[in-house]
């Protein structure tokens, strides 16, 4: 494949793992950074580096008052707005090779003709921030690949509505990219094909997460609204202290049921199966980096001659959830420019990047 | 996606099984599928149960002697040449909807601008069969998809001489596309998005083969070939009865390692890794269709934050060769399908099909 340049919008947890794994890859190309302060732009490729050294432990953040807290999973952080600022230059602006400037987005949006894909690591300041930010490029006439790694089902919708947009534009949005949705999607979609009919899909993640605490608080906040004991709202409302007592009542291991995860609506759009067949949960535990428990994607199907069996894909233990995360992002990044140097544009999930169903 | 019209060449074990296969697929159309001696052709669909029905037992078969028997692995049939014959009319023609043709090949291509995918379910008459096959279709203006499920690493080389031909054609060949190359090559490149770096791919099936023996012979020569103690020239001098007593003596299980398979290659070429780091092995068992060990890809890397590890897919017990070749043959049929219809023409590999690595 073709040299591909690419953009990454935010630079906390997400942001920051992609350009450092980005480095692991000959065709890609890292030429522009930002955060809401400041931004970075070299077509010569960025010093990652330089950038990664100056703002370590220098992540721009704002209060987040009205963040809608309704993310699920710890499989991608979405605190990436961070906890750690220092200093005047906080943010990207700590970096040499960045400028402030008083609309980051737009200039990225100026340079899109020299952009083939701009990662979305945003933090989720409002349920719609993706899809709105998702407007200004097509309306700023950007032609290339966006891709988030958002796990929300609602913000699929949200996309859909602006596929036309899109087409008209000249973008391919790849959606829900990262580990689950993401690298998840994509093992049930593939090991869907030895089945004629999908009754069931099975995604069961772990995740350790005792060294990256302190940068993923709002992941944790966001997972708790998945407890049967609350809801969006009540999570929202809690104190860092309630949230602590939580914690600390399960010995800092979380688990989820029947969370509410972009997977289902992702598999039911390629044709896998339908969004309530899929159920997604996992064990969180925030006082150890090894998992609590064995990430594994079931996929249990009808063969065409009449048999009934279970697929498997499990990761590594020692595969982190940047790992699994930020390779899958760049892999569908990948593909999505593909697509779109094809002209295949509009909304795609992972699973429509596999073989049919 | 929109409705796909495709035809079989070949109508054996693999032909037949994809046919069916297909009615569960509802955007797949089967317009065509032929045999040596006979052609059916049908723009409204054929009808599979009665094609199916009519040729039961009654499968086209020729002596194989110019057979180079090189192929490694039983996850695919390559003796769909078949090993029944009865009457006159043997083969496609004993159904209603053929009829005899000097050159069935010739009469699908004579129709090729109204088939989006022709799927090569031949037997391996010579090692280079398939690409000269390929050749006719280029040569007669097809432009469109040819897929096959073959396993051997040299085709691919073969094919790829081709390729400017393909692109000129506008033909998207997808080669290697069954169970293994195939299924599990694709599952070995999507488990690779862990890592920046993939170590070892090992890939080890698990075929019970009671039922299907009749059918599969060839298949088994076609092994025996990478036993330790024969070679290509050894076992195709092999009568029926040194074969059986090859089977016996390991009580009708036979083990393998180091195959020849094409997932080294057909990864190597996605970039995944090297062919040397690949390994294909696995046991057939002849007097079960129970599998005699689990097909499980594992794929060991290492993370961009230094760890190493192993991602693991597995088949379940219960899915049989059929189910595991015809699934992904059809699934990535519609993948080339979707390539050829953005204009991307050329040799691609089922790991080419998948997010970048």
């Known amino acids: 494949m073709d040299e591909i340049t690419f953009a990454v919008l935010g630079t906390g947890g997400i942001g920051r793992r992609a350009l450092e794994v980005s480095q692991y890859k000959d065709t890609l190309t890292p030429v522009a950074a930002c955060d809401r302060h400041g931004v970075a732009v070299d077509f010569d490729g960025l010093d990652v580096d330089e950038l990664l050294a100056a703002t370590e432990g220098n992540i721009d953040s704002e209060p987040r008052d009205d963040e809608v807290v309704t993310d699920g999973g710890a499989a991608t952080s979405t605190a990436e707005g961070g ?91 790849i959606c829900g990219a990262g580990a689950t949705p993401g690298l998840l999607t994509g093992a049930a979609a593939l090991a869907a094909q030895s089945f004629v009919e999908v009754t069931d ?73 339908d969004a309530e067949d899929v159920s997604v949960g996992g064990i969180l535990d925030v006082r150890n980096d090894e998992k609590p428990t064995t990430t594994t994607v079931r996929v249990t199907g009808r063969t065409f001659d009449g048999e009934t069996a279970t697929n498997t894909f499990r990761l590594g233990d020692e595969t982190s ?16 420019v593909r697509r779109n140097r094809a002209g295949e544009y509009g909304v795609f999930g992972p699973a429509e990047l596999m073989p049919g169903f």
Chains 1, 2 share one sequence.
Not at 155 to 161: A, N, S
Not at 321 to 336: I, Q, T
């Open 83 to 173: 906890v750690k600022q220092h200093g005047e230059d906080r943010g990207v602006v700590a970096s040499s090779q960045a400028r402030p400037s008083e609309d980051p987005i737009q200039a990225i949006i100026d340079h899109g003709d020299r952009i083939d894909a701009v990662l979305l690591a945003l933090p989720n300041y409002e349920h719609d921030f993706i899809p709105r930010t998702a407007d200004r490029f097509a309306e700023g006439g950007y032609a290339g690949v966006v891709i988030d790694v958002l796990k929300r089902s609602r913000v699929i919708d949200m996309l859909d509505d602006r596929s036309e947009a899109f087409e008209e534009s000249g973008i391919t949005f």
């Open 201 to 273: 899909v099975d995604i069961w993640w772990g995740v350790g997460l005792e060294s990256g605490y302190e940068d993923n608080r709002g992941t944790v906040r966001e997972d708790i609204a998945h407890l049967p004991e609350y809801d969006i709202e009540t999570a929202r409302e809690l104190s860092e202290d309630e949230i602590e007592a939580i914690i600390d009542d399960r010995d800092g291991v979380i688990e989820f049921e029947d969370m509410e995860h972009a997977d289902d609506v992702l598999l039911e759009r390629a044709g896998v199966c």
């Open 321 to 336: 959830m940047e790992a699994n995360v930020n390779g899958p992002a760049l892999g569908y990044l990948k593909a999505g």
